[in-house]
């Protein structure tokens, strides 16, 4: 039973225009939402996170959202480049101290940025 | 500044066999988690240690151990390997869960 899902498994965008990656989430202890981005053969890189005390963050190109009622966040990439390309990851935990180590990870998007 | 270190990057290993597989977290992080990557299971918790004590497990069998040490440099051993032990096992590092976790670059384990 997943208890982070990423439904859509690949996004095609255009160089310049927005790419909006969606997750979903089951458990409502989840208190910390992260993403990563993957490129093969590395380990997952850390982008930007956001608390459920929040409903957006932003970093640059990076922004995520947050609907805690909804148990659903999104990351928006604007403008998206080519090296944006790459597999992302949501990951949800707990953070009362003692789980705040484990990450529960989505399957991952595969962005494709064309050029 | 030194990321996560992983060693060795690649193994082979026969079945019934065991592996230690070692991480150097950033200088500075307390917290190290280690995690498998499978194609059809994707990322997956296998357990968390702060301040050489096991703070969180996943589910894997007891075949799956770790430990952490002063210098939180941690290990990770699994006993009697199984074919489908073979994935991609990854370390993170982090000293507060805002900064998010720091993952190294894994070491690529096959069961033969």
């Known amino acids: 039973d997943q208890q982070v899902k990423q439904n859509s498994p690949s996004l095609s965008v255009q160089e310049g225009r927005i790419s909006i990656l969606n997750c979903d989430y089951t458990n409502s202890m989840f208190d910390y939402f992260l993403w990563y981005k993957k490129y093969p053969a590395e380990g997952p890189t850390f982008l930007i996170s956001i608390s459920s005390i929040k409903d957006k963050n932003e970093d640059g190109r990076f922004t995520v959202f947050l609907n805690k009622s909804a148990k659903h966040l999104s990351l928006h990439i604007v403008p998206s480049q080519p090296g944006d390309s790459a597999v992302y990851f949501c990951?949800?935990?707990?953070?009362?101290?003692?789980?705040?180590?484990?990450?529960?990870f989505g399957k991952g998007t595969k962005l494709s940025v064309k050029p | 500044k030194a990321g996560v270190t992983q060693t060795p990057r690649y193994l082979i290993k026969t079945r019934g066999q065991q592996v230690t597989l070692s991480c150097s977290p950033i200088?500075?992080?307390?917290?190290v988690s280690w995690y498998q990557q499978t194609p059809g299971q994707g990322l997956q918790f296998l357990f968390e240690y702060f301040s050489e004590t096991q703070r969180n497990k996943g589910n894997f069998p007891g075949r799956f151990s770790g430990r952490q040490f002063s210098n939180s440099r941690s290990e990770m051993n699994v006993s009697t390997l199984e074919l489908g032990d073979s994935a991609l096992y990854l370390c993170?590092?982090?000293?507060?869960?805002?900064?998010?976790?720091?993952f190294g670059s894994g070491t690529r384990l096959t069961v033969v």
């Open positions: 990951a949800a935990s707990g953070d009362d101290g003692g789980s705040q180590g484990n990450l529960i």
């Open positions: 993170a590092s982090s000293r507060d869960i805002s900064w998010g976790y720091t």
């Open positions: 200088s500075g992080h307390r917290s």
